[in-house]
């Protein structure tokens, strides 16, 4: 890390030079055209924000709580698959970056990391777990009940995946891991993807994964975890209210990062419905193209309660590992508390839908 990487662009342009094309495309890519992933970020710059003028903004705060956590600024690192491809840390690095960052992580279901070891990495930070449901219920509880064993503190249930979003870069590279990387929770021994023509990972999960989630299923999971379960991957006001009937204790307005259904709506054009449908019944997350402070900032504003920050933390990993994704994650804070200045405003309570356009 000898410049100073400033800009998002600059951090993944920095990451794409240090890592091999099947592994950077599998981080940047998306599904199919990538209509939905080009969109994301453009979709909150597309919003214009009202600033207040005269406000006194000298004493101010970034600092909120999110499920009872007190967090520095209102993020949680996204769930990502195999960090141990950005950096031999992998998401050890990761938990300790958002322990210093002052924020939570979520662990993915497909890390390369016991989650023992994740939560014994960072015993402060708050660390949500990620869910798929796998074919094999029984081991899919197991995981649930090894999450609460080792302290996590709620399971985000991932929905948007019924089948795999065909991610046409992994197709042609081939995607797979190598033999050194492997799967840290491994569900009955299966603990790499297979060795197949095309991405293993699409293999993967139509081997292992289920295909017909339902709000039931849901409702299951619920009773069975005392743990707040948040349902990840809406983006219909409709969806979210059935998913509370069903027990879900958050929301996470999400597309996948562009990587599931290619003409997804963007989640900044998704939020507000989903925000007014919710009602404060419960906290609302998003994530998807959020790269600077004043996307932050706009996420608050249309009624989001934090946002999952996704690419940008692999891109810190790998240029630089722990200190690499706690880098990025202060820029993201310093671009936010800069934001909230501009805006006239003095904490993330204040940002309401009157600031924007
Ligand atoms: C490389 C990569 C792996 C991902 N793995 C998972 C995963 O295992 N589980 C999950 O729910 N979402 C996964 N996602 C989606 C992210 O949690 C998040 O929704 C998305 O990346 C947010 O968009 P952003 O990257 O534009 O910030 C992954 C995203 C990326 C880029």
């Not at 939560?119 to 899919?140: C, I």
């Not at 197949?196 to 993967?204: D, E, I, Q, R, Y």
């Not at 879900?248 to 003409?263: E, K, M, W």
Request: with cysteine; proline share 5%.
């Amino acid at each position: 890390m000898d410049s100073p990487l400033l800009s998002p662009a600059e951090w993944q342009e920095a990451a794409r030079t240090r890592l091999p094309l099947p592994t950077y495309d599998y981080f940047a890519g998306g599904a199919r055209d990538e209509i939905t992933l080009r969109q994301a970020s453009a979709a909150w710059d597309a919003i214009g924000i009202r600033y207040h003028v005269l406000r006194g903004v000298g004493d101010r705060t970034t600092a909120t709580t999110i499920l009872g956590h007190d967090v520095a600024f209102p993020a949680v690192i996204a769930p990502m698959a195999f960090q141990r491809l950005a950096h031999p840390d992998g998401e050890l690095a990761t938990a300790r970056a958002a322990a210093r960052a002052g924020i939570g992580m979520t662990l993915s279901t497909l890390a390369t990391t016991p989650m023992e070891e994740v939560r014994a990495a960072a015993p402060d930070a708050p660390l949500w777990f990620q869910l798929y449901v796998y074919q094999d219920r029984g081991a899919t509880r197991a995981l649930v009940q090894r999450a609460e064993a080792a302290g996590y503190s709620a399971i985000v249930l991932t929905v948007d995946l019924p089948v795999h979003g065909t991610r046409e870069r992994d197709v042609r590279n081939g995607f797979t891991l190598p033999d050194d990387v492997r799967i840290g929770n491994a569900v009955a021994n299966v603990d790499t993807l297979p060795d197949v023509h095309g991405s293993s990972l699409a293999k993967f999960i139509t081997d292992q994964f289920e295909h017909s989630l339902t709000f039931d299923d849901l409702a299951e999971l619920c009773d069975a975890t005392e743990l707040p379960v948040f349902v990840k991957g809406v983006v219909r006001g409709d969806d979210a209210s059935e998913a509370i009937e069903h027990g879900a204790a958050g929301i996470v307005v999400s597309n996948h990062g562009g990587r599931q259904l290619d003409g997804a709506i963007s989640t900044a054009r998704a939020l507000g419905e989903v925000a007014q449908a919710v009602d404060r019944r419960v906290p609302v997350l998003v994530d998807g193209g959020i790269r600077r402070g004043s996307h932050l900032l706009r996420a608050i504003a249309l009624g989001a309660d934090a946002a999952m920050i996704g690419r940008p933390v692999l891109w810190g990993l790998t240029v630089g590992g722990e200190e690499g994704a706690v880098r990025v994650l202060h820029q993201l804070r310093t671009e936010f508390d800069e934001a909230l200045a501009l805006a006239g405003c003095h904490a993330p309570d204040e940002l309401s839908l009157d600031l924007l356009d």
